[in-house]
């Protein structure tokens, strides 16, 4: 492998008992860490830096709101090892109420997929009666699943896996690993 990025199986762990801000890892099948997430507290215009180690001293991916507590807001990803915009995702505010809906946009700010919750029934099911039923979502792009991430059943843990398809696709595995760690960070509020 040469990066992580490349990659088809990513399994993602939050940190339990964290009191201000959170901490997510990211790990390859072999439990191996690839990315390091640490999301600061208290902080209006979200700034989220991604890692390739715990040091915090390999930084791999940036992404940042571009507007101030802003339900629709639009997070654009950054590669800084590169020194370039990879695309960015915007929640769909209205629609994410009822069930989490975002759309994904290339580097030129072309739309060229959706990031969608499981289904509506659940969706209403988990926000209505228990955050314990575990989300999924589909990844399309170009109107084919690219991508699937699913939540894990764990009461006490927000455990997941993001399973990238073998099929030719116009995904940027770095915009699916900053799609997972905003549902995890901005989705996982809510719950």
């Known amino acids: 492998m040469g990066t992580p990025f490349e990659h088809k199986t990513f399994l993602v762990r939050k940190q339990f008992w964290k009191i201000f801000g959170q901490t997510f890892r990211i790990f390859d099948e072999d439990q191996k860490l690839l990315f390091y997430v640490k999301q600061k507290a208290f902080k209006l215009k979200e700034d989220i830096r991604v890692y390739a180690d715990e040091g915090q001293t390999d930084e791999v991916l940036t992404i940042k709101a571009r507007s101030i507590l802003d339900f629709g807001a639009t997070y654009d990803v950054f590669d800084p090892v ?89 995904l940027d595995p770095r915009i699916a690993i900053a799609a997972v760690v905003l549902l995890m960070a901005i989705e996982g509020r809510q719950q």
């Open 82 to 170: 590169n020194d370039e915009v990879v695309g960015s995702l915007r929640r769909k505010g209205l629609a994410s109420i009822l069930r989490d809906s975002w759309l994904i946009f290339n580097e030129k700010e072309e739309e060229i997929g959706t990031i969608l919750e499981d289904s509506m029934g659940m969706a209403l099911l988990r926000r209505f009666l228990s955050n314990l039923i575990p989300q999924s979502f589909r990844i399309e792009v170009h109107g084919s699943e690219a991508a699937t991430f699913k939540q894990h059943f764990n009461p006490f843990l927000f455990k997941g896996s993001l399973l990238m398809h073998d099929h030719e696709s116009d």
